[in-house]
């Protein structure tokens, strides 16, 4: 199994950034592609952005496309995600978990806050 701590969530203004890291540990030479999610107050958890382990190759919601990064420091087993220009829509609860299936159990997330 893996275990799964987020952090780097905050309350910004529209328009800012902030930067959402993912530290794994356990079992973590299972890591193939890795991706974060999010889930805002009344929805159901969507995805945000996957990348895969070894190459780095990348995809994104359409919602996040130009604004938002990911990447991975693979000696430090660490995902990260680089959000700019963010919107009030943005605001939710941001995971990071396995990718396509989400099959690792969910860490605890952290609070993205976007004010207008």
């Known amino acids: 199994q893996v275990q799964l701590v987020e952090s780097g969530g905050g309350l910004v203004q529209a328009g800012g950034s902030l930067r959402l890291s993912c530290a794994a540990s356990?079992?973590?030479?299972?890591?193939?592609?890795m991706g974060w999610f999010r889930q805002a107050p009344g929805k159901e958890r969507e995805f945000v952005a996957a990348?895969?382990?070894?190459?780095?190759?990348?995809r994104y919601a359409d919602s996040v496309k130009g604004r938002f990064t990911i990447s991975r420091d693979n000696a430090k087993r660490t995902l990260y995600l680089q959000m700019n220009s963010l919107k009030p829509d943005d605001t939710a609860v941001y995971y990071c978990n396995n990718y396509p299936g989400s099959t690792w159990a969910w860490g605890q997330g952290t609070q993205v806050t976007v004010s207008s």
């Open positions: 990348i895969v382990w070894h190459d780095t190759s990348t």
């Open positions: 356990g079992r973590t030479f299972s890591i193939t592609t």
